[in-house]
């Protein structure tokens, strides 16, 4: 949560504000599972923030709260939230560590320097040293000295072995924190932050390489009509189903994201509009030859259809200016009677 939420939910504020929460998802006819009571504190403690100002613009648009929206806004809002607060535990986990570690170091390097000092005693004992008995007293001490020495440089050799293991763990945990922050909760496709960062990163190496690169968007037909017709758990049930489609065309090093909604998008990393084209139209034609059935009654749902656009990225354009050509020829798709694939590169000749 944001600093300051937690002042407020910390504060005598705390038992209004979650009132307040509950009374308005009551109004708003939304459950008041866990995630969404999380959302609300959120956005009425902090409204003018970036996720109570979509929230606000998704009750004026009267989109209705799935499971499917509050994970979408929680995987695009919440997660960097998480992701500090699992950082700052493994911060002090390695802070404990390391000084743990440091102790153990400093430790070693007092017993080594006595070590020193106990052979360069021994050596002038030596020189001077003429009975046996003298003699066994320098060798009995150096023995004391070294296995003393072999002792301490076993604790220290052991801790660093404990604490090799601990940072391991965490940079795991925190792999996997990071991997969960970019993922989105209902289609397990990357989320729209991944996507963002991701299409940076391609057409950066797309312009380095001189590669192609080409970009797809995809949208589910008339998706609004089929949630009001059967329901929004019925709809995250499709969103999931054509989401596994995607997702199992576009294996790496293609990257597949829910952009949106209903949207999705594809990049291709050193792939051309026709190799691309192609994928797509696989990809139509998989979703729409298979007759959903609904998951709670069996009834029978019918075919959906996708529709989706491509723009092949040219020398020096943005990601930006990429993602703007192949909206484009997704709306022509959609001008064009849905459930087809638009090339923008053919889009662009035409023109």
Not at 289 to 309: C, F, P, Q
């Amino acid at each position: 949560m944001t600093a300051q939420v937690q002042t407020t939910l910390r504060g005598p504020e705390a038992f209004s504000l979650a009132k307040r929460a509950i009374t308005e998802m009551e109004a708003a006819g939304v459950w008041p599972t866990p995630l969404n009571f999380e959302l609300w504190l959120h956005y009425l403690g902090e409204p003018e923030g970036p996720l109570g100002k979509e929230m606000q613009r998704l009750l004026a648009d009267g989109t209705a709260f799935t499971e499917g929206t509050s994970e979408m806004l929680a995987a695009e809002y919440l997660p960097r939230g998480r992701l500090s607060e699992e950082i700052r535990d493994a911060g002090a986990v390695l802070n404990r560590e390391l000084s743990t570690v440091s102790e153990a170091i400093a430790k070693a390097q007092r017993s080594q320097a006595a070590y020193g000092q106990t052979l360069a005693g021994a050596s002038s004992q030596l020189e001077t040293a003429a009975e046996p008995t003298a003699l066994l007293g320098v060798v009995s001490k150096l023995t004391k000295a070294t296995t003393q020495v072999q002792s301490e440089n076993a604790t220290l050799e052991k801790r660093l072995e404990s604490s090799t293991r601990e940072v391991a763990r965490l940079r795991e945990h925190l792999e996997q924190v990071r991997r969960d922050a970019m993922t989105d909760a209902l289609t397990n496709l990357a989320n729209r932050k991944a996507f963002d960062e991701e299409l940076l990163r391609a057409c950066d190496e797309a312009e380095r390489k001189r590669q192609p690169m080409t970009l797809a968007v995809l949208d589910i037909d008339h998706f609004k009509r089929f949630n009001d017709t059967w329901g929004h758990q019925t709809g995250d049930q499709v969103l999931r189903y054509v989401a596994s489609v995607i997702g199992r065309v576009s294996r790496s090093p293609r990257v597949a994201a829910r952009f949106g909604g209903e949207e999705f998008a594809v990049i291709f990393p050193g792939e051309s509009a026709a190799v691309v084209e192609a994928a797509l139209n696989a990809i139509r034609t998989e979703i729409g030859a298979r007759s959903l059935r609904r998951r709670s009654t069996n009834d029978e749902l019918g075919a959906v259809t996708i529709s989706a656009g491509l723009a092949q990225r040219r020398p020096g354009e943005t990601g930006t200016e990429l993602l703007d050509r192949a909206d484009a020829a997704l709306y022509a798709s959609k001008r064009n009677g849905r459930n087809m694939v638009t090339n923008g590169e053919r889009l662009q000749e035409a023109a």
